[in-house]
C-alpha cells in the first residue's frame, strides 16, 4: 500500500488523539443539546421496543391461529402489526427529525469554532500550510463529523433492539439463548481487530482529499500564468495523478470497511449452523418442542443483523473519529504568535523600536539578528536594498504578523506582546505589495476596514485621494463590482482602492509594501498624491520601490541580509557615494528615466 499513500505526509500541527478523548470532547458539544438528545433517546427506545414488537406479535399469532384459526383473530393480529409498524414509523420520524436539528447545530458550532480558529492563526501557519488542506477540513471533514453522531444513534437503537429480542429469546428457550450470546464476543473481536487499519485509511483518503482540494484552489488561483506558459496539461496531469491516487486510496478504504460484512456473515453462518445443531439435538432429546425451535431460529434471524451492526460499528466510527482527529488537530494548533498580556491600545503616537531583536522565519536561516532601530512618531522612513535584505520582515513583525525569537520591539515604548492584539491594529494600516480586494463594490472594499462607516465617509475617503478624479475611470463609481479578488480593475485602480481603504481608517502607523507591478504614469501620479495624503502626521514605514516616496521620505534605510548599512537623507546618501548612491544609479535612476519617458508618450 505504499504507493498509494505518496505524498500524504501528515501536517505539523497534526496529532493523535485516543478514542476516549475523541468521544469526550464530541460529547461536549452535544452537552447543551441535552433535552433533545433525552427525547431523541426515548424515541430510540420506542421504536426499538415497537420494531421488536412486530415480530414477536407475529410469532403469538402463529400460535394462536394454530389454536383457533378465526377470521377476527387474524384480522386482529393484522390490525395489531400494522399498528405496530406505525408507532415504529412515527418514533422513527421523531426520532430523526431531533436528530438532524442537533448534528445541524453541532456542526455549526464546530465549524464557527474550526473557522475562529483558523482565522485567529499567525501569518506564519499560512506559509507552511497550503490554503486548500485547511479548507478541506473546515468544509469536508466537519461534514464528515456528522458520520459520528449518525453511528452513534444507530447503534443505540440496534444495541436497544439486542438486548430486547436476547430478553425475548430467553423466554423461548434459556439454554439455546445463552448459547447464542457466548458466540456474541466472537463477532465483537473480528470488529475490533479492523480498528486500526480502518483509522489508519480514512486519515489517509481525507489527507488524499485534501491534497486535491489545495492542487484545484491552486491551479484555479494561478490559471493565468498557466495559460500565459501554456500549461493546462500540465495542471490537468497533476490532478489525473493526484485524483488516481485519490481512486486507489478511496478503493482501499472502501474494501476495508466493506470487508468486515462478509467476514461477519461467515461468523454468522457458523453461529446459526452451530444453533440449528445444538436446537435438533435439543429437540429430539424433547428439552425444546419443534414449535419452540423453529421460532427460536426465526427470531435470531432478527438478532444477528444488529449485532453485526454493532460489531461492525467501530470500523465505521473511525471515518468518523478520523474526521473529528483532523478538526480538532486545526483547532488546537499552537499558534506561534503569543501575546504575554492583553493591554488596552487607546491611541498611539507611533514610536517604533527594535531593541536587539533577532528574527527567523525557518530554523535554517536568521533574517534579523540583533537588529535595532528607532522610528520617531509622525516620522516617514523609506525601507531599500536588494530582495532578501529584511524590509518586508520589519514591516510585517510591526504589524504582528509574526513572532521574533529574542530581543524587544516597543511601539511608544510598551513591548508589543503585552498590548491588546485587536486593538493594537486597529492603528495600524496596511498596503500590501498586491492589494486583495473582496468580492463586492468598491465602496464595500473602501469601508472594509471601517465597517461602521457611512456612505459620506466612504466617499470622502475616495475623493483625499487626486481629488476623487480616480473614480471617473470607473463605470459605476464607488458602486463598481470589483469582481473576484479585484479581477476587474487595473492593479493602479487596486492600489487606489486599498489607499483610500486605509485613509478611511485612519491609522497611527502606515505601512506601504508597494507594488513592484507597472502601472501608467498618470496612475502612479494618482497615487503618489494618495501616499502623501496617508503620510502626512502619522509614522508611515515604506518599502520602497520607486523613486519618488524615496526622495520624499524623512529618513532612508538601507539595508543588506538584516542589517543597517546606510541611513540617511536622499541628498545625504547620495553625497556619501556608498550602497544607496549605487542603488539609485542602477535601479532608481533607470525607473525615473521610464517615469519621464511615460509621460513624453
Not at 468521544?23 to 420506542?46: D, E, N, S, T
Not at 400460535?63 to 393480529?77: E, G, S, T
Not at 469554532?113 to 468544509?139: Q, W
Not at 522565519?361 to 529584511?390: K, S
Request: a negative charge; charged letters at 20%.
Amino acid at each position: 500500500m505504499g504507493f498509494i499513500l505518496d505524498g500524504l505526509d501528515t501536517e505539523a500541527y497534526d496529532r493523535n488523539y485516543s478514542d476516549r478523548e475523541l468521544v469526550i470532547r464530541i460529547v461536549g458539544y452535544f452537552r447543551p443539546h441535552a433535552r433533545q438528545m433525552v427525547l431523541v433517546a426515548l424515541m430510540l427506545v420506542l421504536n426499538s421496543a415497537a420494531g421488536t414488537g412486530g415480530p414477536i406479535l407475529i410469532s403469538k399469532a402463529i400460535d394462536m391461529v394454530a389454536a383457533n384459526p378465526a377470521f377476527n383473530i387474524m384480522l386482529l393480529m393484522a390490525g395489531g402489526v400494522l399498528l405496530m409498524g406505525a408507532a415504529a414509523w412515527v418514533f422513527n420520524y421523531v426520532r430523526q427529525t431531533y436528530s438532524a436539528r442537533v448534528i445541524g447545530d453541532v456542526v455549526l458550532k464546530l465549524r464557527e469554532d474550526v473557522f475562529e480558529a483558523t482565522v485567529g492563526h499567525d501569518l506564519s501557519f499560512y506559509d507552511e500550510h497550503p490554503s486548500g488542506k485547511i479548507v478541506s477540513r473546515i468544509t469536508s471533514d466537519t461534514q464528515d463529523f456528522c458520520t459520528v453522531v449518525t453511528l452513534v444513534m444507530d447503534l443505540l437503537s440496534q444495541v436497544l433492539l439486542v438486548v430486547i429480542l436476547a430478553a425475548w429469546l430467553c423466554t423461548i428457550n434459556l439454554w439455546l439463548t445463552l448459547l447464542l450470546l457466548g458466540m456474541s464476543p466472537l463477532a465483537a473481536v473480528i470488529a475490533l481487530s479492523f480498528r486500526r487499519i480502518a483509522r489508519k485509511v480514512t486519515q489517509q483518503a481525507k489527507r488524499v482529499r485534501a491534497k486535491i482540494n489545495a492542487q484545484i484552489q491552486e491551479s484555479i488561483s494561478g490559471i493565468v500564468v498557466a495559460k500565459s506558459f501554456r500549461q493546462e496539461r500540465s495542471i490537468y496531469a497533476t490532478f489525473d495523478a493526484n485524483n488516481r491516487q485519490a481512486y486507489r486510496m478511496g478503493l482501499q478504504r472502501g474494501l476495508t470497511l466493506v470487508t468486515i460484512f462478509p467476514i461477519m456473515g461467515l461468523a454468522s453462518g457458523i453461529g446459526v449452523a452451530a444453533l440449528v445443531y445444538a436446537g435438533g439435538l435439543a429437540t429430539r432429546s424433547g428439552a425444546v418442542s419443534p414449535g419452540n425451535w423453529y421460532l427460536f431460529m426465526q427470531a435470531v434471524g432478527f438478532f444477528w443483523w444488529p449485532l453485526m451492526n454493532i460489531s461492525s460499528f467501530w470500523s465505521q466510527f473511525q471515518d468518523g473519529l478520523s474526521a473529528a482527529e483532523r478538526v480538532f488537530a486545526l483547532i488546537d494548533a499552537e499558534p506561534k504568535v503569543i501575546q504575554m498580556a492583553s493591554e488596552p491600545v487607546e491611541r498611539l503616537e507611533g514610536r517604533i523600536e527594535f531593541c536587539d531583536l533577532i528574527f527567523a522565519y525557518t530554523d535554517q536561516e536568521t533574517v534579523l539578528p540583533n537588529f535595532a532601530l528607532e522610528i520617531h512618531p509622525r516620522e516617514t522612513v523609506a525601507l531599500v536594498g536588494h530582495t532578501g535584505a529584511g524590509k518586508s520582515s520589519i514591516a510585517r513583525l510591526i504589524a504582528r504578523f509574526y513572532e521574533f525569537q529574542e530581543g524587544r520591539l516597543l511601539v511608544d515604548g510598551r513591548d508589543i506582546r503585552r498590548l491588546d492584539l485587536g486593538q493594537y491594529r486597529q492603528h495600524i494600516g496596511v498596503v500590501p505589495q498586491e492589494p486583495f480586494l473582496f468580492s463586492g463594490s468598491v465602496g464595500d472594499n473602501v469601508r472594509y476596514g471601517h465597517p461602521e462607516a457611512t456612505d459620506e465617509q466612504v466617499r470622502r475617503a475616495a475623493m483625499r485621494i487626486s481629488s476623487g478624479d480616480w473614480l471617473a475611470g470607473l463605470p459605476d463609481g464607488l458602486d463598481t463590482d470589483v469582481g473576484e479578488r479585484g479581477a476587474s480593475l487595473s492593479m493602479g485602480q487596486r492600489q487606489l482602492v486599498a489607499l483610500a481603504r486605509v485613509i478611511l481608517k485612519d491609522p497611527a502607523i502606515f505601512i506601504l509594501d508597494e507594488a513592484t507591478a507597472s502601472v501608467d504614469p498618470f496612475t502612479e501620479m494618482q497615487i503618489q498624491e494618495g501616499l502623501e495624503t496617508l503620510m502626512r502626521d502619522r509614522t508611515a514605514i515604506v518599502i520602497a520601490h520607486r523613486l519618488s516616496t524615496v526622495k520624499h521620505a524623512d529618513r532612508i534605510i538601507v539595508m543588506d541580509h538584516g542589517r543597517i548599512i546606510e541611513e540617511g537623507t536622499h541628498d545625504g546618501l547620495m553625497a556619501q557615494g556608498g550602497h544607496y548612491a549605487e542603488l539609485y544609479n542602477t535601479y532608481f535612476r533607470h525607473q525615473s528615466l521610464e517615469y519621464i519617458e511615460g509621460f513624453g508618450r
